[in-house]
């Protein structure tokens, strides 16, 4: 079933970076593995994933302790700062810095253990109120601030699509934080590759847009 799952999910990204003119090895896909348990995590490894994601550090460390580092992981939730330690010993990429506060934290549990943590920037596109990450307007600054934290590297920026019946009425926002990554790459010289946008309903529009990490954890886990 997962193994299936995985291939299907597998093909479509292929096939849709195709008839977007993208390689396919420009698109990472990451499998959210939140709703899923050990024993499937074992077998979508067995079936070839190498990404996962996780929502919540206490959930990611239970699993680590299990899965290791046999694959390579994601933290795709909302980070609290006092859960920061945990993150930066297990995470090669948090997907969520939607404040300088939490950016300041990652940076100095990373530089305790002398690391340089991959972070992306969370932007609240539709500003919805429900959900996490920075307006538009603030991803200036944060970068900015930024520049002050040494074990702290900034490689793109992160979103999650309201959810809406027509998935075609989704594609403004992702084509919103794609036209803000490339305006900020003109400025800065290229420093951002990546664009973390794309989940089980919408990870094709979001490949359709630039998207370079596409998040997928019901079309793998069915749960
Ligand atoms: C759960 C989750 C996903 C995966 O969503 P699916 O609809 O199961 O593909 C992706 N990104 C984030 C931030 C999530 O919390």
């Known amino acids: 079933m997962i193994a299936d799952n995985l291939k299907s999910v597998t093909q479509q990204i292929a096939r849709c970076c195709e008839r977007s003119g993208r390689s396919e090895t420009a698109v990472k896909l990451v499998s959210v593995t939140k709703e899923a348990d050990v024993e499937d995590i074992q077998t979508a490894i067995l079936a070839g994933v190498t990404d996962i994601g996780e929502n919540r550090v206490q959930d990611a460390l239970a699993k680590y302790r299990v899965i290791g580092d046999r694959v390579t992981w994601h933290l795709i939730g909302h ?41 992306l920037v969370q932007v609240n596109v539709s500003g919805e109120k429900t959900k996490f990450g920075v307006r ?81 954890g019901r079309a793998i886990f069915n749960p």
Do not use: C, W
């Open 79 to 119: 980070l609290q700062t006092n859960k920061a330690k945990d993150a930066v010993k297990i995470f090669s990429l948090i997907h969520s810095v939607d404040s300088i506060r939490i950016a300041e934290a990652i940076d100095k549990e990373a530089s305790k253990i002398g690391k340089v943590q991959d972070v």
């Open 136 to 216: 538009p307007e603030e991803v200036d600054g944060i970068l900015e601030e930024s520049v002050l934290y040494g074990n702290i590297d900034i490689k793109g920026f992160m979103t999650i699509a309201p959810e809406v019946s027509d998935p075609e009425n989704i594609r403004k926002y992702f084509r919103t934080l794609r036209e803000l990554r490339d305006r900020i790459n003109a400025a800065q010289g290229e420093h951002y590759p990546h664009l973390s946008m794309g989940m089980t309903n919408d990870f094709e529009i979001a490949i359709e847009e630039g998207s370079t990490i596409v998040r997928v």
